[in-house]
């Protein structure tokens, strides 16, 4: 096990639950048409989604193709209770998707082959692949689960299945930023088989993106530790662990780092093809 491996990091997942009658409503929740805020707060219990193919399991789901939204992907979190799981979970032989492991433990079987992923455990699963899953721990297992549509390229072939966790992957330096802005890319960005990337971004107290970054590929991001404060489209918004955002194309986006600790994101983004007119 490497050192990286050694280190325990910690992910939000504590979903579910009713606030009292005597609460008043303060969430942070925003829906506009360059981007939804949804912050930890408004996943309870009561909105919860249970999709056909699993057992034992419900889903939040944060993101879906609506119009005026995120039209590229959809994005769940699932929590899979003890003997659980899907002997079939993907319904499209066209879409593929990726895992990613917050807490408990899951085991995926991919092509015949067995993984038991735990916290930062993920798997990409091609599109058409044969792959199950199912809850052998104790302890519920929460994941988030992004699908996309694959876009075949001409004269590339389609990937493979990836399985790793994210503290075996050496996070890349930003440039001129000491190492205090680090992103650590799951799936290779240069393998332009992949139509998408997914990305862990670790900003340090104090780091930041330094300016509006306005381009074509649509965001998920996931807050996995520490606390942040957001630039979207002309506002500021604050966000800490277990908070979600879903990002529009073009929308305008910078950030930086609240502290203590450091900001931690998990970070969906549909990349590597052309514009389809």
Same mark, same amino acid.
């Given at each position: 096990?490497?050192?990286?491996?050694?280190?325990?990091?910690?992910?939000?997942?504590?979903?579910?639950?009713?606030?009292?009658?005597?609460?008043?409503?303060?969430?942070?929740?925003?829906?506009?048409?360059?981007?939804?805020? =949804? !912050?930890?707060?408004? #996943?309870?219990?009561?909105?919860?989604?249970? @999709?056909?193919? *699993?057992?034992?399991?419900?889903? *939040? +789901?944060?993101?879906? !193709?609506?119009?005026?939204?995120?039209?590229? @992907?959809?994005?769940?979190?699932?929590? +899979?209770?003890?003997?659980?799981?899907?002997?079939?979970?993907?319904?499209?032989?066209?879409?593929?998707?990726? =895992?990613?492991?917050?807490?408990?433990? #899951?085991?995926?079987?991919?092509?015949?082959?067995?993984?038991? #992923?735990?916290?930062?455990?993920?798997?990409?699963?091609?599109?058409?692949?044969?792959?199950?899953? &199912?809850?052998?721990?104790?302890?519920?297992?929460?994941?988030?689960?992004?699908?996309? $549509?694959?876009?075949?390229?001409?004269?590339?072939?389609?990937?493979?299945?990836?399985?790793?966790?994210? &503290?075996?992957?050496? !996070?890349?330096?930003?440039?001129?930023?000491? /190492?205090? *802005?680090?992103?650590?890319?799951?799936?290779?960005?240069?393998?332009?088989? @992949?139509?998408? /990337?997914?990305?862990?971004?670790?900003?340090?107290?104090?780091?930041?993106?330094? @300016?509006?970054?306005?381009?074509?590929?649509?965001?998920? #991001?996931?807050?996995?530790?520490?606390?942040?404060?957001?630039?979207?489209?002309?506002? *500021?918004?604050?966000?800490?662990? /277990?908070?979600?955002?879903?990002? &529009?194309?073009?929308?305008?986006?910078?950030?930086?780092?609240?502290?203590?600790?450091?900001?931690?994101?998990?970070?969906?983004?549909?990349?590597? $093809?052309?514009?389809?007119?």
């Amino acid at each position: 096990m490497t050192a990286a491996a050694a280190q325990k990091a910690a992910y939000y997942t504590n979903f579910g639950g009713h606030p009292p009658q005597t609460d008043l409503l303060t969430d942070r929740a925003i829906v506009t048409e360059a981007y939804t805020v =949804i !912050p930890k707060g408004v #996943l309870r219990d009561i909105v919860t989604s249970v @999709f056909p193919e *699993w057992s034992s399991t419900r889903a *939040w +789901v944060l993101n879906r !193709p609506v119009a005026g939204g995120a039209t590229t @992907f959809a994005q769940s979190i699932l929590e +899979v209770s003890p003997g659980g799981g899907a002997a079939k979970p993907e319904p499209q032989a066209e879409v593929s998707g990726f =895992i990613f492991v917050l807490g408990g433990e #899951l085991t995926l079987v991919i092509e015949g082959q067995e993984h038991v #992923l735990t916290d930062g455990g993920y798997a990409y699963l091609p599109a058409g692949a044969n792959w199950s899953a &199912r809850n052998d721990g104790a302890e519920v297992a929460n994941f988030h689960w992004i699908r996309k $549509r694959y876009e075949p390229a001409a004269g590339v072939a389609a990937p493979g299945p990836v399985v790793g966790n994210e &503290r075996d992957v050496e !996070p890349g330096e930003m440039p001129g930023t000491d /190492g205090k *802005w680090r992103t650590t890319r799951m799936l290779d960005p240069n393998d332009i088989a @992949f139509d998408f /990337g997914v990305n862990i971004v670790t900003f340090e107290p104090g780091a930041s993106i330094p @300016f509006a970054e306005t381009h074509v590929m649509e965001h998920g #991001l996931y807050v996995l530790e520490g606390k942040g404060v957001y630039r979207l489209n002309g506002g *500021w918004v604050e966000v800490e662990a /277990g908070d979600y955002m879903s990002l &529009r194309a073009f929308c305008p986006q910078a950030c930086y780092a609240g502290g203590p600790s450091n900001f931690r994101y998990l970070l969906y983004k549909d990349q590597n $093809r052309q514009v389809a007119l």
